[in-house]
């Protein structure tokens, strides 16, 4: 299905998972699969049974080193998680979830949806990257959901949600919606200046001053040209600090 959000399994452990992963997304017409440091490698035979004829998804898996660069290509990603992350990002039942990829994919927007590996689920710099996170509903005394039922439980969402007719959507003539290869190497150029600048000090909370400042750019919806034009302030502030300041 044109437009239909890649699925992204972020460290997956088991085989068996990944395989019944793409049985789910065959059911409901998905076929991006993207693997970010499996554990046991890929690819892995212990996914095939679980796919039940899915195969040509497993065959046309991709693997990738990062998340980020997992997502590079992506406008728009959704992270899914069970616990509160002290984040500020827009929280989603997985109907709405399903409906907001359904219009972005409309708009022409490159979507995808993170889940976590079946350990410990997504990690808080994993979930720093995404626009929004989704949470599915669960008896609050067992709420771990095994991570190819997430992805079914979401493919169906998906796949009822493009049943419906798309809204008419005001086309932005400006600039397209940034990708996130355009996101992180702007938030990468931010920091470097920060660093530089002494702002991202003392080094023991520069780790946590780097993920809130993330999920403040996470947040803007920022477009393409709004990613040059950011990169431009930077380097001109940087420059200018270099130069110096003549005073009488």
Request: proline letters at 7%.
């Given at each position: 299905?044109?437009?239909?959000?890649?699925?992204?399994l972020v460290v997956p452990q088991m085989g068996e998972n990944i395989g019944a992963a793409a049985r789910a997304m065959s059911n409901f017409a998905l076929t991006d699969l993207r693997l970010v440091r499996p554990r046991?490698?890929?690819?892995?035979?212990?996914?095939?049974?679980?796919?039940?004829?899915?195969?040509?998804?497993?065959?046309?898996?991709?693997?990738?080193?990062?998340?980020?660069?997992?997502?590079?290509?992506?406008?728009?990603?959704?992270?899914?998680?069970?616990?509160?992350?002290?984040?500020?990002?827009?929280?989603?039942?997985?109907?709405?979830?399903?409906?907001?990829?359904?219009?972005?994919?409309?708009?022409?927007?490159?979507?995808?949806?993170?889940?976590?590996?079946?350990?410990?689920?997504?990690?808080?710099e994993d979930v720093a990257l995404a626009d929004a996170v989704v949470t599915i509903p669960t008896n609050p005394g067992f709420s771990s959901i095994n991570i190819a039922q997430a992805v079914l439980l979401l493919g169906?969402?998906?796949?009822?949600?493009?049943?419906?007719?798309?809204?008419?959507?005001?086309?932005?003539?400006?600039?397209?919606?940034?990708?996130?290869?355009?996101?992180?190497?702007?938030?990468?150029?931010?920091?470097?200046?920060?660093?530089?600048?002494?702002?991202?000090?003392?080094?023991?909370?520069?780790?946590?001053?780097?993920?809130?400042?993330?999920?403040?750019?996470?947040?803007?919806?920022?477009?393409?040209?709004?990613?040059?034009?950011?990169?431009?302030?930077?380097?001109?502030?940087?420059?200018?600090?270099?130069?110096?300041?003549?005073?009488?």
């Amino acid at each position: 299905m044109s437009n239909a959000p890649a699925i992204i399994l972020v460290v997956p452990q088991m085989g068996e998972n990944i395989g019944a992963a793409a049985r789910a997304m065959s059911n409901f017409a998905l076929t991006d699969l993207r693997l970010v440091r499996p554990r046991d490698g890929w690819p892995n035979p212990d996914a095939v049974p679980m796919a039940a004829g899915a195969t040509g998804i497993l065959d046309n898996a991709k693997v990738f080193r990062t998340t980020e660069d997992a997502i590079a290509d992506l406008n728009y990603v959704v992270a899914t998680t069970a616990r509160q992350r002290g984040m500020i990002k827009p929280v989603l039942p997985p109907r709405g979830t399903a409906e907001d990829l359904w219009t972005r994919s409309g708009e022409g927007q490159k979507t995808g949806i993170l889940f976590g590996g079946e350990r410990s689920g997504l990690a808080n710099e994993d979930v720093a990257l995404a626009d929004a996170v989704v949470t599915i509903p669960t008896n609050p005394g067992f709420s771990s959901i095994n991570i190819a039922q997430a992805v079914l439980l979401l493919g169906y969402e998906w796949f009822v949600a493009t049943g419906r007719d798309l809204p008419e959507q005001p086309v932005d003539d400006r600039s397209r919606p940034a990708t996130k290869e355009e996101l992180v190497g702007f938030m990468e150029h931010m920091e470097s200046a920060l660093d530089a600048a002494g702002f991202l000090f003392p080094p023991a909370k520069r780790p946590s001053m780097v993920l809130n400042l993330r999920n403040m750019w996470q947040r803007a919806d920022l477009r393409e040209q709004d990613i040059r034009t950011l990169r431009g302030i930077i380097v001109a502030l940087s420059s200018y600090k270099t130069r110096g300041v003549k005073t009488d």
